[in-house]
């Protein structure tokens, strides 16, 4: 059995928390390009270009593209056969994310208590998602989450009467409510099925996508195709000024469900969607 030092891991995420803040992906910065060519609106224009050199600013002098450093989601894909030494695997992503938002003077935004809201001051703990999977390998994805966007998912308990159109509708109806709160243009994460954790985490998963990639089933990159037509005419534009280009994507999630219920999720990301990824390989013991 190979094995990974939990100083590796922490070293890893710190790095993660720091770049996925400070360097928007290049999936994202040519979905900006892309739509600058097909924005209707001189004033939707003008942001996406503000939105572009915010980006550039941001990368060039190694500073936050926004003031919301968001609250740190890792997913950790862990090998089956590789070991974790020197102690314990939660702690050292948590302690990557703390040096990683002290070291890049993120803002620490955590609060360890939902009523009591007293700051923990170093933006732990982190959301952490775990899967098992085959290899001696680690992959370590970082996804910072603004609440700005985080507050406008949403989750229905459809009824399987509702359909495929059911979904969607609710789909959209979501992002209409949203309308600029969530920064547009958005990237729009969608899980349907499995149970109502399940459908959430499908949602917030699907956000990690490469920007646009469609999901490798057919029909479902179809209906992807559709939601985002659709949602680009809700008219909301770039940063809720009106326009065509109030979502670059939407990245649909699906898993078996219970006979009775067809759980849908929104997760909504802020035109920064940002997340970093490394594999870390094992070694020998």
Known sequence: MKQIHVSEISDAVEKLCIEANYDLGADIM??????LQTESSPLGREVLERLIENAAIAHEERVPMCQDTGMAVVFAEVGQDVHVVGGSLTEALNEGVRRGYEKGFLRKSVVNDPFERVNTGDNTPAIIHYDI????????????KGFGSENMGALKMCKPSEGLEGAMNFVVETVDKA???????????????GTMEKATFLAKKALTRTLGQPNPEERLAKIEQELLERINKLGIGPQGFGGNTTALAVHLEVYPTHIAGMPVAVNINCHATRHQEVTLEGRNE
């Open 30 to 35: 040519t979905g900006f390009k892309k739509a």
């Open 133 to 144: 999977v085959p290899g001696d390998k680690i992959h370590i994805t970082v996804a910072p």
């Open 179 to 193: 309308g600029g709160n969530p920064c547009p243009p958005i990237v729009v994460g969608v899980g349907v099925g």
